[in-house]
């Protein structure tokens, strides 16, 4: 509803007295005060008439916005006669004058049931002049702050989701042990001294636990590849590679049948390695490395590229008795899964014996477990036997925040960010607790160190909320059905996507029915006000107080069915 004030200056100029002010010329833009981003702006726009202002007078505008039991003081303006010396703005005695004059106040949420008066302070020469205060506005409508300010934290609590941090348990783990068999230049043997090397006896080993701990490791398959170097006639290399790759698989196939494993000996071969020569050269600290390199650019027939290195007289023996060699050989993969506990396994570890788990298992066993308690439980246990894993002490917080206790979340958030102070979803939920706390800025700052958690974007709408960028909020919620996806709808002005929104809400709580009799105060239609409040009490019955105050339901307050449903 407009607003029109204005302020009439009675000021007789031969008398040296000022009038009463009466509303009649002046108007507050927005015509209904409104919290934005924990602020309440206002510029107050005014007209003095003709002849009104005494041409001594210094007069003091004050806006000030007044509720039951305090007050907040906005910035002043000041304005002078003709015949004062100063450097405030001049009134002329006989044109009259027009300013403008803004302010912002802190808001607290008294401010609902609130009044915006102008209080002035006046002088006529060396004379002060009262002059009665003047209210130009009612109320603040406060929706903006609605979850921000719920007197329960649980609905403050509820308009966002921690991140939780997440095991990193594999009941299955891929796994590989490699060994190379080498040979000389031009031979396909496999030689004696190749079979006893460190990495060939680890590779036998290996075989031989897998046989003896089949619950534990699985063979999936074995690799051979066989490559013979890039120097030479390529059918050469063909049939070099070849049977490198027979005489490889000859071996591990004798290897397995000796040790009793059963499994897929897959082979293929490589004639020319030209790409294992590239990745050498690249290491390696010889003379013209870089010439080498520009030659396997430049060229892709193997037979051009060849006799180019080959034409590098100066590195080329050097390639010869260092790099060559190394490509002359089979490789052997043996590829296993190491098996881990079942669901039931790490359960019952967990109840027999948790030393025995592993810090992932412990994780992954609060996932087994359902209800709050026993994940509580298992959590506390991880922290005694896991001191420093910041995990744990992060999704204690989560639990401690969802009941509502602030305090030991921000506790236990402080310990995981000691250990890990970059983790994301320890920083998204430190910005939890900070716009809980009315720290916008702080929030800001672990936000923005928070890449990557999973509950970032609902975080990041809540801050925008907090902030009074709805439009932004809207878009980080995206699809969200939440209280706070809503409020930050219903701020932005599409109503008919809020109350899509509120009814899609999993779990509705009383502020999910209070949102939705705002959406029906500001399109108009009081049964959705009243079926709503109504809901909304019955789950709070404080919430009867509050819409009694609340700005956004002034024109229903004589309302009889409005207010039964408060009852």
Do not use: H
């Amino acid at each position: 509803m407009p607003l029109l004030v204005a302020m009439v200056a009675v000021l007789t100029s031969c008398g040296g007295k000022l009038g009463e002010l009466s509303a009649d010329y002046f108007t507050t833009n927005p015509q209904v005060l409104e919290a934005v981003g924990g602020k309440v702006p206002v510029t107050i726009n005014g007209k003095f008439p003709e002849k009104f202002f005494n041409k001594k007078a210094v007069v003091t505008v004050t806006p000030v916005l007044k509720w039951d039991g305090g007050q907040a003081v906005g910035t002043p303006a000041t304005f002078q006669g003709e015949k004062v010396e100063g450097n405030d703005q001049t009134i002329a005695y006989k044109a009259g004058g027009s300013y403008t004059m803004k302010t912002t106040f802190d808001y607290v949420p008294e401010m609902a049931k609130s009044e915006l008066y102008l209080q002035f302070t006046a002088k006529v020469g060396k004379k002060e002049v009262k002059v009665p205060e003047v209210k130009i506005a009612d109320g603040v409508l406060a929706t903006g702050e609605i979850l921000s300010t719920a007197q329960n934290a649980k609905y403050t609590v509820a308009a966002s989701t921690p991140s939780q941090s997440t095991d990193k348990f594999q009941r299955i783990i891929k796994q590989a042990k490699e060994a190379n068999i080498m040979f000389l230049i031009q031979q396909a043997n496999v030689r004696a001294n190749q079979l006893k090397t460190d990495e060939m006896n680890a590779l036998n080993e290996q075989m031989g636990n897998i046989v003896a701990d089949t619950k534990n490791l699985a063979l999936t398959n074995v690799e051979v590849t066989a490559y013979a170097s890039p120097d030479g006639e390529l059918g050469l290399n063909e049939k070099l590679a070849g049977n490198r790759e027979s005489n490889a698989a000859k071996y591990i196939q004798k290897q397995m049948k000796k040790q009793k494993l059963e499994g897929n000996v897959d082979t293929k071969y490589t004639a020319e390695d030209w790409d294992g020569f590239k990745t050498l050269v690249e290491k390696s600290n010889i003379q013209d490395k870089e010439v080498i390199l520009r030659v396997l650019s430049m060229y892709n027939d193997p037979e051009k590229r060849e006799a180019e290195i080959k034409n590098l007289s100066s590195v080329y023996a050097t390639l010869a008795d260092e790099i060559l060699p190394q490509l002359r050989r089979a490789r052997l993969t043996l590829n296993y899964e190491v098996i881990g506990r079942s669901d039931d396994e790490i359960l019952n570890t967990y109840s027999t014996s948790p030393k025995d788990l592993s810090v992932e298992e412990m994780l992954y066993a609060a996932t087994l477990v359902k209800s709050e308690a026993d994940k509580k439980a298992v959590y506390e246990k991880t922290t005694s036997l896991y001191p420093n894993d910041y995990r744990t002490f992060n999704n204690l917080a989560d639990i401690a925040y969802k009941n509502g206790d602030i305090a030991k979340a921000t506790s236990y958030l402080q310990k995981s960010a000691q250990l890990n102070s970059s983790a994301a979803e320890v920083n998204n939920n430190l910005g939890l607790v900070a716009l809980i706390n009315g720290d916008t800025d702080k929030a800001e700052t672990y936000l923005a160190k928070s890449t990557g958690a999973s509950k970032l974007n609902e975080a990041m709408g809540n801050l925008f909320i907090a902030q009074g960028q709805y439009d932004r909020a809207v878009s980080s919620f995206a699809d969200a059905k939440t209280n706070s996806a809503a409020l930050a709808q219903i701020m932005a002005k599409d109503y008919n996507k809020a109350k899509n929104t509120l009814n899609a809400v999993t779990n509705p709580d009383a502020y999910t029915s209070y949102l939705k009799a705002i959406v029906g105060a500001r399109t108009n239609n009081a049964s959705m006000v009243v079926s709503n409040l109504a809901a909304a009490v019955k789950k709070d019955s404080s919430l009867a107080e509050k819409a009694l105050k609340d700005a956004e339901f002034a024109k229903f307050v004589t309302n009889t069915d409005f207010l039964n449903a408060l009852k």
